[in-house]
């Protein structure tokens, strides 16, 4: 896919960050959401269940992260996919039993001005590999595995590509401690940004261009929000 507004998009671009903008109450408001919220996969080969945040499923919630999210990240809009009445999502709150591999979430519209994606931790535990490496394609998950890209993918679905391959080697000893679940040679050419260790009360904020992935080092499970945006 060829970006109708790549200059736009890196004009945009900056450092990931951590930021601090949810209160404990609020923190917990998110875990309580999670709970009463209806499933809305869950994918056997990642190992997640996701949940989408509906609209006007608690209104004093929405109110208070839509507000914080735009203090930090100025206007914006949602880019979550739509209700059956094209409503858009607030977010993904998503419970990982596994650790997810290399991707992009770099969505699926050429013409879309793509922003920043939010990742809230919801559990004190987890951990977000993020490289320096970036895609300006579709929503994209890296791999050398020959049958894996012959995938054909569907309306909302990650392409796949090996694309992303360079002649350096990875860091082995940074591969040892945190990702060990990707295949080596899948991270040639790749360097690493940011390893940031979960911690509840802080949110991360980064381009939706970096190639990313969770680390290795997952306890029983996780869970956590992301939110895409656009402009």
């Known amino acids: 896919m060829k970006r109708n507004n790549l200059d736009q998009i890196k004009s945009l671009e900056s450092p ?49 992260y839509l507000e914080k999210l735009k203090n930090v990240l100025g206007d914006f809009k949602m880019d ?23 991707h992009v979430d770099s969505g699926f519209g050429e013409n879309d001005l793509i922003y920043k994606q939010v990742v809230t931790p919801l559990s ?25 890209l012959k995938f054909k993918p569907g309306i909302g679905q990650n392409e796949r590509s090996c694309k992303h391959l360079k002649n350096k080697e990875f860091n082995k000893k940074i591969y040892d401690k945190y990702l060990t679940h990707i295949d080596f040679n ?3 050419g790749l360097e690493v940004e940011l390893i940031y260790k979960w911690k509840i ?20 499970k996780k869970l956590g929000l992301t939110t895409f945006t656009k402009k």
Not at 202 to 217: A, F, V
């Open 80 to 102: 979550n996919l739509k209700d059956e009445n094209s409503n858009d999502f607030y977010g993904i709150l998503h419970e990982s039993f596994s650790p997810l591999k290399l």
């Open 124 to 148: 004190p535990y987890g951990e977000t590999v993020v490289f320096k490496n970036k895609w300006y394609g579709r929503s994209t998950t890296f791999t050398i595995d020959k049958e894996e």
């Open 201 to 220: 009360g802080e949110t991360l904020i980064m381009d939706r261009t970096h190639i990313h992935c969770s680390s290795s080092n997952i306890k029983s």
């Open 16 to 64: 990931p960050k951590i930021v601090n903008i949810f209160s404990e109450k609020e923190i917990k408001m998110m875990q309580e959401l999670y709970a009463l919220l209806p499933e809305k996969v869950f994918n056997k080969k990642q190992n997640v269940r996701k949940k989408m945040w509906i609209q006007k499923y608690n209104l004093n919630l929405e109110r208070i």
């Open 186 to 188: 899948n991270l040639r």
